[in-house]
Every structure is written in C-alpha cells, then in structure tokens.
C-alpha cells in the first residue's frame, strides 16, 4: 500500500482506467493471457463456470468487466451471442478486432460500470463477471443493481471471484502459508492505494501509472445487495484456490494456487454466485 491519495473517486477511477488502457497492451502479447493459444480455438473459461451457467446456445449474454474480451469470446465460441462492457478504450478497441478477426458473434461496449444503463439498451439472459471485478468498484449497491436492471426476469446472475476473506492479508513480500491481517474486509469509503509493478500478468513490464485504486466489499454485502436489487441467490460456492498469484499461496500439484498443505486449517480464496431475476406475476 502507499500513502498516495487520490483527490475524489473520479479521479482513482481515472487513474485506474489509464492503467488498465497500459495494461491491455500488456497483455496482448502476455502468456499469462496466451491470445495465440486463444486465437488457435481456445476456451478461457472455468470448468465449474461452463458447469454452472450450463448451455449458452442462442442466448444473449451480457460480460460485465470483460477486458480485452478473451472470456467473452469464450461464451461466443460456445453458441451465446455476447455483448461485452469495459470502461478501458484499449481493451474495448481490442476485444472488438479479436471478435472482427475470429468471426465470433459478439460487440463491445465502452462504458463505466455505473454508468452501462444509459450506454446500453436491453435485457439478457445471462449476465456474467468474473475474476478481478469488485475490487475496482466503490459501492457494490449500486453495482448489482446495475446488474439487476440487464438481467431479463426469469435469467440469470453469474460472478466467479477472489474471496473477500482471501483480500484481507497482506499478498506481498510474505512466505508462503504466513497469514498476516492487513486490510479491510467490509466496504469503505475512501479506495485504498497500492504502487503499481508491472501488471499481474507480468511483474517486470514498464508501467507509467504510479498507483491503483481498490475498494473491498464483504461477501455478506455482496450477496445482500443482490437480494435487494431484486435477485434471488440460487447458489453461492466458495473454492479453496485464488485465480492469481498472492505470495501466502502456493501452486499444487493441480496447477491451482492454494494454501501450502503443511498450514493447519482452510481458507476460501474465490466464490461464485448464481442468481436468477424472478419472472413477474
Ligand atoms: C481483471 S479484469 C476482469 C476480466 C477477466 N477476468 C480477465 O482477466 O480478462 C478487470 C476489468 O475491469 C475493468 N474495470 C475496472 N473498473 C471498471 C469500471 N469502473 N467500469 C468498467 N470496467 C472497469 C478493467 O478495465 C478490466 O478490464
């Protein structure tokens, strides 16, 4: 964390736009992402992810957060007919080649989260997040009802995400299985700031945006803004492995990032929710 501070939300939202526009570039030619494995047929997303979705064939499904649109185009390559939304030009200008290039049925939307309601028309059936989302976000109220308004009644509400418990310890400069209480777990106003290194998809890349801004929200909130947002929670699942390095993980043998196994006890380190938008009368 650093003491820099940013002068109001708008403006960490702007410097974290200005980094994710670095970023993508980054991450176009990363193997982290591996677009030419992508480009070659590839399926980005998660098995209990494609489980719990189930067929997306001819069904109009939403990304939320989509970045540069590999996971997106994922679900195209699946049969759904994608619409992806990112708040970073970079990513959207990029995502919009990729689907051009590999002929897949998807568009992409500029647009902040908060702000997708009045850029873009319609309900679907599927809305979808997933890996790296909330943290960007200062109120995750107003998130899911941004949520709720493009979920058509009787579709639903998919987020697979880092735990918020898995948020709370310090993720760098410590040993592997040392849990060290650092940040908070419930919402809070004021974004924390952390010094940027590289990209999580590369450490030693050159980056000109000195900070990032991130929020953190409870799992308790999360699903209760849902609920009061009009959802109902169909499940909601927490898995023992994060999606991205943090240094008191360790890679299992499965290739998951999980607690090293002499560390007594358990941790969850992401969760998914399913949510369905009931069906009026
Ligand atoms: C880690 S990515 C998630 C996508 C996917 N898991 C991946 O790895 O490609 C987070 C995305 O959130 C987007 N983002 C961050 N803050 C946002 C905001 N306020 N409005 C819209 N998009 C935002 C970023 O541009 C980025 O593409």
């Given at each position: 964390m650093t003491g820099a501070q940013a002068d109001s939300t708008d403006s960490a939202i702007r410097a974290n736009q200005e980094l994710w526009d670095e970023w993508t570039r980054i991450h176009e030619t990363s193997a982290f992402y591996d677009l030419e494995g992508f480009r070659r047929g590839g399926i980005r997303l998660r098995p209990h992810e494609i489980e719990e979705i189930g067929d997306v064939s001819g069904r109009e499904l939403l990304h939320l957060q989509c970045h540069f649109g590999i996971d997106s185009l994922s679900w195209a390559r699946l049969g759904a007919r994608v619409t992806g939304a990112d708040f970073s030009p970079a990513a959207i200008d990029l995502a919009t080649r990729l689907a051009a290039e590999l002929e897949l049925d998807a568009r992409f939307v500029h647009s902040d989260l908060y702000d997708l309601p009045e850029v873009l028309d319609g309900e679907f059936d599927i809305v979808y997040t997933s890996r790296?989302?909330?943290?960007?976000?200062?109120?995750v109220g107003r998130w899911a009802r941004v949520v709720s308004h493009f979920v058509k009644p009787g579709g639903i509400f998919y987020i697979n995400e880092i735990h918020p418990v898995a948020q709370?310890?310090?993720?760098?400069?410590v040993a592997p299985g040392e849990l060290r209480l650092q940040y908070p777990y419930w919402e809070h106003e004021r974004p924390l700031a952390f010094e940027v290194t590289?990209?999580?998809?590369?450490?030693s890349a050159a980056v000109r945006t000195p900070t990032e801004y991130g929020w953190d929200h409870g799992l308790g909130e999360i699903v209760t803004a849902l609920i009061d947002a009009g959802l109902r929670i169909e499940s909601l699942r927490e898995f023992p492995w994060a999606e991205w390095q943090l240094d008191f993980l360790v890679r299992a043998e499965d290739g998951k990032l999980r607690?090293?196994?002499?560390?007594?006890g358990e941790l969850p380190l992401s969760f998914s929710i399913l949510a369905m938008k009931p069906t009026l009368g």
């Open positions: 790296g989302v909330l943290g960007w976000l200062p109120d709370v310890f310090e993720n760098e400069g590289g990209s999580y998809a590369d450490r607690l090293p196994p002499d560390v007594p």
